[in-house]
């Protein structure tokens, strides 16, 4: 009777393990640090594009389940938390979010045949000289966003003296060169071309600098919390420097580090998917939840989807099948119908510039 039970036993263990069947997914950022405001923006976007797909049925009849990697935007992390995905079997990474970070991964996703949909990381290199055929992103590129911000340069600020500064991070640099490269090839003339450190709290040497050469525009090529404080030291000089950046300024946090000297700034991001008809209702899905889906909450959502989708074209959750279906497929997702280039770059719109203004950034009005 004891060898029945325990055999009954053993067999209610193999039939009771409906995980074992689950295809893994995750996404990976910064949980943690000071650029967690970023990294709860994709999970918010996983969790819910996990929870919808399921709710529908799941990808080939199987539910997705959702793994969580914390990589600080440090690329040594990312490598770390690269190998535990691989290590749990994740057929998809949406993520992640740093370039500094997604770079270094995506060669251990890459051998390891894990796909891997950036929804954030916009550096050039990322893509064109990727590692395998199995990474693409869901964002748009930082020379596509340079050409924007250097033409707006030239256009609005003609009688300005132009900075450009950048915190030594593969993303950070790389929008400030690709903004300086296009301003200069139209005709600008650049006033200063400085790096600074992230993580600090005083930038009060850099901005009493910016004041001595009379700089009337900043480009800032870096993140939200040191954006934010050199704005509000600049304020503090009595200085009435405009402050432009990029995609990194998206998140409500740079408000509430900046106050009312946050007024005013101006960014690049993608056309807000919050504001299409189509999105509107998972839109308010989020709010209903107490999610602002703001920045790359949809973006990391959109990623999820896309993979699905490609997916269920394959028939086969088959790394080469997969690729195969990204690569020729057409995609409705909540940023609209998309496909990806033969670099793995997603095909939606371009770049347009936004205003921070009472709390809040929109489309910068003409």
Known sequence: MKKVLLASAALGLVFSSPALADIVVA?????????ASFGAQMKAGAEMAVEDINAAGGVLGEQLKLEIGDDACDPKQAVAVANQFAGQGVQLVAGHFCSGSSIPASAVYAEEGILMISPASTNPVFTDERPGPGIFRMCGRDDQQGDVAGQFLIDNFPDKKVAFIHDKTAYGQGLADATK??????????????AYTAGEKD???LVSKLKAEGIGVLYVGGYHTEAGLIVRQMREQGMDTVLVSGDALVTDEYWAITGDAGEGTLMTFSPDPRKDPDAQPLVEKFRAKGIEPEGYVLYTYAAIQAWADAVKAAGSTDFDAVVEALNTGTFKTVLGESGFDEKGD?????????????????YLEN
């Open 181 to 194: 490269a296009a301003y200069e090839k139209l005709g600008g003339t650049s006033a200063l071309y400085e």
């Open 203 to 205: 930038y009060t040497a």
């Open 346 to 362: 997603v095909k939606l719109p371009g770049y347009v510039f936004y205003e921070w203004k009472n709390g809040t950034y929109d």
């Open 27 to 35: 996404t990976a950022g910064p949980m943690t640090g000071q650029y």
